[in-house]
C-alpha cells in the first residue's frame, strides 16, 4: 500500500527519520555482519535508512518501495553512493533470486500490507542460510486482530503469536525481541537469525 501525503510528510521528517535510523543501528549491532555483504530494506521509503548503512557499513544496500515517488526521491537523494541502489518493487513478490541477502531489514512496513505473511514469505526466500532479518512494526492482541481482520483491506493486522509459528515454521531463531506496549497495538522489534 502506497502511504498518503500526511504519512509521507511525517515519514520524511527528519525527526522520524533519525528515530528510524537510530533504531536500525541499535537492532544491527545485534546481528553478525562480519562476513556479510548483500543488504536488503523492504519498504525504504525515501531512502534514509538505506543511505545510511551504505554510507556506514561495508555492505551492498538495496532498498525497494512500492512508491515511485519516495523511489525518486531516495535515488535522487542517494547520489553517486556506488554500494546503495533503489527498485520500485512489491516486497510481496521481491524481483530478487532465492537465498541473495545476507541481511533484511523490514521497519514499520508489515502494517500496511493486508497479505503480510506474503510479504514476510518473501523475505524469507531471499534470505541466505545464517543470514538475519531485523524487524520493528506494530503488533496487535489477538482480539483486535480478529475484529480488524474483518475490516482489513488496507492495513496488515500482525500479532506476535502469528510472527511467531512464521518464524518458527520457516527455520528462524530469535536474537532478540522485544514489545512496548499501548493501548490499540504494541511496537515489536527482532533480530531473526535464518538458520
Not at 521481491?94 to 523475505?123: C, R, T, Y
Amino acid at each position: 500500500m502506497k502511504l498518503s501525503r500526511i504519512e509521507k510528510r511525517v515519514m520524511n521528517s527528519p525527526g522520524h527519520v533519525q528515530r528510524v535510523i537510530n533504531r536500525a543501528e541499535g537492532l544491527l549491532c545485534l546481528a553478525n555482519l562480519e562476513g556479510k555483504r548483500d543488504f536488503l530494506e523492504v519498504g525504504c521509503g525515501n531512502g534514509a535508512t538505506s543511505r545510511y548503512i551504505a554510507n556506514n557499513y561495508n555492505l551492498n544496500v538495496t532498498g525497494i518501495d512500492l512508491d515511485s515517488e519516495q523511489i525518486e526521491l531516495a535515488q535522487r537523494n542517494a547520489g553517486e553512493l556506488p554500494n546503495c541502489r533503489f527498485l520500485v518493487g512489491d516486497v510481496t513478490r521481491l524481483p530478487f533470486q532465492d537465498n541473495h541477502f545476507d541481511i533484511v531489514l523490514s521497519f514499520g512496513v508489515m502494517h500496511h500490507i493486508p497479505n503480510w505473511l506474503d510479504a514476510l514469505k518473501e523475505i524469507a526466500r531471499v534470505l541466505k542460510p545464517d543470514s538475519c532479518f531485523v524487524y520493528w512494526d506494530l503488533v496487535y492482541p489477538k482480539f483486535i486482530a480478529n475484529i480488524g481482520k474483518l475490516f482489513q483491506h488496507s492495513y496488515g493486522m500482525t500479532t506476535v503469536y502469528e510472527l511467531n509459528l512464521f518464524t518458527e515454521a520457516h527455520n528462524f531463531s530469535i536474537i532478540q525481541a522485544s514489545r512496548s506496549k499501548s493501548l490499540i497495538f504494541d511496537y515489536y522489534e527482532a533480530v531473526y537469525r535464518k538458520n
